[in-house]
């Protein structure tokens, strides 16, 4: 990565300088033209791309299978906490820099006491004061009503499908955590950053959940030079976690991710729970740039021949998902007791970590095998890093400053030209140079009228297609949810079941429990990844309309300038047009979508879906209860109560679905509505625009105003031999920088 570092570094060192030569051709009075707005605007866009541009590694896998050993093993220290069981409740986004520094991002108050009101919203024992009452977890009698609501309910209530609720882990997490936060949490985002003495505390929250309820981000700053700060390593959730929201945060951050490290352990090989998630990000459209590790508990395997085929096993089995994986075999934990020995720290290698690895490192098959197999691994992924990706981003910007270095050079030469002519020569040539101007710019406004055309078709197109993704009857995804809820189905008779509770209310919220549970995991696991999949294809969609129609003005752009050669070559003024190789290649589109601050609608926003859908339910129940009173009341008795409430149930479900269809229907038309307007739509416009600024940029050079330059010239009121030199020396100057991109742009090549 040292190699990649200095290019970086090279390149931003190019922009100061093209920066300062700007500044000092722009003071050259009279002469400078729009063209410096432009390149100015050019050169300070590509060192804010250099210096924000973020390659994103995701880990992932199911739980305990060891993905924040991995990540450890492959910063060689212990910078996570890992251990058994749940530790990761939240992605933990790490960077190599200089310092050791973590930086936890806290929900606001307002984020917090919305999470509780909606989760309290289908508690059965959960009154609200009033219509309008909002809660506040700041006010002490809203926290003891949080905690009588709580300690009210059951172990059925508490526990569904064998895991805990989530709604009760959620609330009860925010109560148990708040003395420990109180003071940290504000009206707005807060970030509290963990220098070295304190680095480790950033652990209470990364690894215990009912402090990660508060956390809406956490990075890691690790004082390494094993990777480049470019490069982001997240270590995510396990992928098979029962909270639903934790798989919306690993697909937020898959969306946006450039490669994934998918991590098995050989204790339990590739399990159903891995097959879904793969499934899922094969819905998704990412497996492109996708690796597994299988990582190895030597301690299991009772010899390497059973390993050998345990791992042709996993890779058969992965196989059938992703045609010929790329599959590493590698002990975490070895590694990185390994690194810890033979580091500075090694005091810290507990005498039973120490006596571990003794026995682990007796076994040379397995040893060796992993020894092998990371060092691959990081080829692989080293090569992934820079020829693949950082080869293309940081060709792509010294192109572009290659090509301003060109314009600028241009400009200085022309102007040294004809200000080296008599006046009536001067003016001879501008009124020529004037001509071919206004041909340039007939090209260009004749492009910027096809992209405007363009941008129409394609959001007419991204509406017509959106519409239709989204169509209630025939869309892949609302069609999916309606057959979802209506075909929900649960065992009435297991919520009468002995010891079951027996109020009617308290069966309708585990009815509803058991229902929002089914539907947010259906949601999370089917309809988010065909919608990132489906999105990802509109954007390349966008991407290449927009070429394809562009395209045949790149050969118009050369013919203009060539005429302004031929031109200029009349005069006896050598031109060197930029030719089409010069231009570069349009940023990709997670570039540009930094660019103008566009992200995806994170996936925690499909299970928004209104709460509303209660009240009607207990309002159905009410109905029940009033009419087994008059019942009794009238003395006519009840043959079978249990059936007359497991039909009452089925009853209330039936509203249930018909308020849920009603409200999903609703917050996924404005979710539409959002991703077309805020999304697609401002997308396809700077794609236009990026495209408009490629082919147009080699014409900056030759768009200065030389009626200015002529009068100055008739009237005399330019020194010219003070202007002359500050052209020359700024030629010489740009040749120099030109020379060093260009040399540049050969070690990028090498990568």
Same mark, same amino acid.
């Given at each position: 990565?040292?190699?990649? *570092?200095?290019?970086?570094?090279?390149?931003?060192?190019?922009?100061?300088?093209?920066?300062?030569?700007?500044? +000092?051709?722009?003071?050259?009075?009279?002469?400078? &033209?729009?063209?410096?707005?432009?390149? +100015?605007?050019?050169?300070?866009?590509?060192?804010?791309?250099?210096?924000?541009?973020l390659?994103?590694?995701?880990?992932?896998?199911?739980?305990k299978?060891?993905?924040?050993?991995?990540?450890?093993?492959?910063?060689r220290?212990?910078?996570?906490?890992?251990?058994? !069981?749940?530790?990761?409740?939240?992605?933990?986004? #790490?960077?190599?820099?200089?310092?050791?520094?973590?930086?936890?991002?806290?929900?606001?108050f307002?984020?917090?006491?919305?999470?509780?009101?909606?989760?309290?919203?289908?508690?059965?024992?959960?009154?609200?004061?009033?219509?309008?009452?909002?809660?506040d977890?700041?006010?002490?009698? $809203?926290?003891?009503?949080l905690?009588?609501t709580?300690?009210?309910?059951?172990?059925?209530q508490?526990?569904?499908?064998?895991?805990?609720?989530?709604?009760?882990?959620?609330?009860?997490?925010?109560?148990?955590?708040? *003395?420990?936060?109180?003071?940290?949490?504000?009206?707005?985002?807060?970030v509290?950053?963990?220098?070295?003495?304190?680095?480790?505390? $950033?652990?209470?929250?990364? &690894?215990?959940?009912?402090?990660?309820?508060?956390?809406?981000?956490?990075?890691?700053? %690790?004082?390494?030079?094993?990777?480049?700060?470019?490069?982001?390593?997240?270590?995510?959730?396990?992928?098979?976690?029962?909270?639903?929201?934790?798989?919306?945060?690993?697909?937020?951050?898959?969306?946006?991710?450039?490669?994934?490290?998918?991590?098995?352990?050989?204790?339990?090989?590739?399990?159903?729970?891995?097959?879904?998630?793969?499934?899922?990000?094969?819905?998704?459209?990412?497996?492109?740039?996708?690796?597994?590790?299988?990582?190895?508990?030597?301690?299991?395997?009772?010899?390497?021949?059973d390993?050998?085929?345990?791992?042709?096993k996993?890779?058969?089995? #992965?196989?059938?998902?992703?045609?010929?994986?790329?599959?590493?075999?590698?002990?975490?934990?070895? $590694?990185l007791?390994?690194?810890?020995?033979?580091?500075?720290?090694?005091?810290?290698?507990?005498?039973?970590?120490?006596?571990?690895?003794?026995q682990?490192e007796?076994?040379?098959?397995?040893?060796?095998?992993?020894?092998?197999?990371?060092?691959r691994?990081?080829?692989?992924?080293?090569?992934?890093?820079?020829?693949?990706?950082?080869?293309?981003?940081? !060709?792509?910007h010294?192109?572009?400053?290659?090509?301003?270095?060109?314009?600028?050079?241009?400009?200085?030469?022309?102007?040294?030209? %004809?200000?080296?002519?008599?006046?009536?020569?001067?003016?001879?040539?501008?009124?020529?140079?004037?001509?071919?101007?206004?041909?340039?710019?007939?090209?260009?406004?004749?492009?910027?009228?096809?992209?405007? !055309?363009?941008?129409?078709?394609?959001?007419?197109?991204?509406?017509?297609?959106?519409?239709?993704?989204?169509?209630?009857?025939?869309?892949?995804?609302?069609?999916? %949810?309606?057959?979802? #809820?209506?075909?929900?189905?649960?065992?009435?008779d297991?919520?009468?079941?002995?010891?079951?509770?027996?109020?009617?209310?308290?069966?309708?919220?585990l009815?509803?429990?058991?229902?929002?549970?089914?539907?947010?995991?259906?949601?999370?696991?089917?309809?988010?990844?065909?919608?990132? &999949?489906?999105?990802?294809?509109?954007?390349?969609?966008?991407?290449?309309?927009?070429?394809?129609?562009?395209?045949?003005?790149?050969?118009?752009?050369?013919?203009?300038?060539?005429?302004?050669?031929?031109?200029?070559?009349?005069? !006896?003024?050598?031109?060197?047009?930029?030719?089409?190789?010069?231009?570069?290649?349009?940023? *990709?589109?997670?570039?540009?979508k930094?660019?103008?601050?566009?992200?995806?609608?994170?996936?925690?926003?499909?299970?928004?879906y209104?709460?509303?859908?209660?009240?009607?339910?207990?309002?159905?129940?009410?109905?029940?209860?009033?009419?087994?009173?008059?019942? +009794?009341?009238?003395?006519k008795?009840?043959?079978?109560?249990?059936?007359?409430?497991?039909?009452?149930?089925k009853?209330?479900?039936?509203?249930?679905?018909?308020?849920?269809?009603?409200?999903?229907?609703? $917050?996924?038309?404005?979710?539409?509505?959002?991703?077309?307007?805020?999304?697609?739509?401002?997308?396809?416009?700077?794609?236009?625009?990026?495209?408009?600024?490629?082919?147009?940029?080699r014409?900056?050079?030759?768009?200065?105003?030389?009626?200015?330059?002529?009068?100055?010239?008739?009237?005399?009121?330019?020194?010219?031999?003070?202007?002359?030199?500050?052209?020359?020396?700024?030629?010489?100057?740009?040749?120099?920088?030109?020379?060093?991109?260009?040399?540049?742009?050969?070690? #990028?090549?090498?990568?």
């Open positions: 990565m040292n190699n990649y *570092d200095e290019l970086k570094a090279s390149l931003l060192n190019a922009g100061v300088q093209f920066l300062e030569l700007l500044e +000092k051709a722009g003071a050259l009075s009279g002469i400078s &033209g729009e063209a410096f707005g432009n390149w +100015k605007n050019t050169v300070t866009g590509i060192s804010r791309q250099i210096s924000e541009d390659v994103r590694v995701a880990v992932v896998g199911p739980i299978s060891g993905k924040s050993t991995f990540v450890n093993s492959l910063f220290d212990d910078f996570l906490k890992r251990g058994a !069981g749940v530790i990761t409740s939240i992605v933990t986004r #790490i960077r190599c820099g200089q310092d050791l520094k973590a930086s936890l991002c806290f929900k606001s307002d984020e917090v006491n919305r999470d509780i009101e909606q989760g309290l919203s289908f508690f059965p024992a959960w009154k609200p004061e009033s219509e309008d009452f909002r809660f977890l700041r006010k002490e009698s $809203h926290r003891s009503m905690q009588n709580l300690a009210s309910l059951t172990t059925e508490l526990i569904t499908n064998d895991t805990r609720s989530v709604t009760s882990v959620l609330l009860t997490s925010y109560l148990a955590g708040y *003395d420990r936060v109180k003071d940290i949490i504000g009206p707005d985002e807060t509290i950053h963990y220098g070295s003495d304190s680095f480790l505390d $950033h652990r209470l929250f990364a &690894g215990d959940e009912i402090l990660a309820v508060y956390i809406k981000d956490i990075q890691l700053e %690790i004082h390494s030079s094993v990777l480049d700060g470019s490069i982001e390593i997240a270590d995510c959730q396990g992928s098979d976690s029962p909270n639903p929201l934790h798989l919306a945060m690993i697909q937020d951050y898959l969306a946006v991710t450039h490669f994934i490290v998918y991590v098995v352990s050989s204790r339990t090989g590739l399990r159903q729970a891995d097959i879904r998630f793969l499934s899922m990000i094969r819905d998704m459209g990412i497996m492109g740039n996708m690796m597994f590790v299988v990582n190895c508990d030597v301690s299991e395997h009772e010899s390497f021949d390993f050998k085929r345990l791992l042709d996993i890779r058969s089995e #992965i196989s059938l998902i992703i045609p010929d994986p790329v599959v590493f075999t590698v002990s975490a934990l070895y $590694h007791f390994k690194a810890r020995k033979e580091s500075e720290n090694a005091g810290n290698l507990s005498k039973k970590d120490e006596t571990r690895l003794q682990w007796a076994e040379t098959e397995f040893t060796a095998l992993s020894i092998a197999e990371r060092e691994f990081e080829h692989v992924l080293h090569d992934k890093l820079t020829r693949e990706r950082y080869a293309l981003l940081l !060709g792509n010294a192109e572009r400053l290659n090509l301003v270095a060109s314009g600028l050079s241009q400009w200085a030469s022309m102007n040294r030209e %004809i200000l080296s002519k008599d006046s009536t020569s001067a003016d001879d040539i501008i009124r020529k140079i004037s001509r071919n101007q206004e041909k340039t710019r007939k090209v260009s406004a004749m492009i910027r009228s096809t992209l405007d !055309g363009a941008v129409k078709k394609v959001t007419d197109d991204i509406r017509r297609s959106v519409d239709d993704f989204f169509d209630e009857r025939s869309g892949d995804i609302m069609a999916g %949810i309606d057959q979802f #809820i209506m075909t929900f189905e649960p065992s009435f297991s919520y009468y079941e002995s010891g079951a509770v027996s109020g009617i209310n308290q069966n309708l919220y009815v509803y429990q058991d229902f929002k549970t089914a539907l947010d995991g259906f949601i999370t696991e089917s309809v988010t990844p065909r919608l990132v &999949g489906f999105m990802k294809k509109e954007e390349e969609r966008i991407l290449a309309d927009l070429d394809q129609m562009t395209r045949p003005y790149a050969g118009m752009v050369e013919n203009a300038l060539k005429d302004y050669g031929h031109a200029m070559g009349d005069f !006896g003024i050598e031109m060197v047009i930029p030719d089409r190789e010069t231009m570069g290649a349009i940023p *990709d589109l997670e570039t540009l930094s660019m103008v601050n566009l992200k995806y609608q994170p996936a925690a926003q499909m299970m928004n209104s709460a509303r859908v209660r009240v009607e339910a207990f309002l159905k129940f009410g109905l029940y209860n009033f009419v087994s009173w008059l019942k +009794k009341v009238f003395k008795k009840a043959m079978n109560r249990q059936s007359d409430q497991v039909q009452a149930l009853d209330s479900l039936v509203t249930l679905k018909r308020e849920t269809l009603k409200n999903v229907h609703s $917050h996924f038309i404005s979710y539409r509505e959002n991703i077309k307007f805020q999304y697609f739509f401002k997308l396809t416009d700077a794609v236009a625009n990026a495209f408009f600024d490629l082919h147009t940029a014409f900056q050079a030759y768009v200065s105003d030389l009626e200015t330059l002529a009068a100055l010239i008739r009237d005399k009121k330019l020194n010219k031999d003070t202007v002359l030199d500050g052209l020359l020396a700024i030629e010489q100057d740009v040749g120099q920088v030109r020379d060093s991109i260009l040399a540049m742009k050969e070690k #990028i090549a090498g990568l």
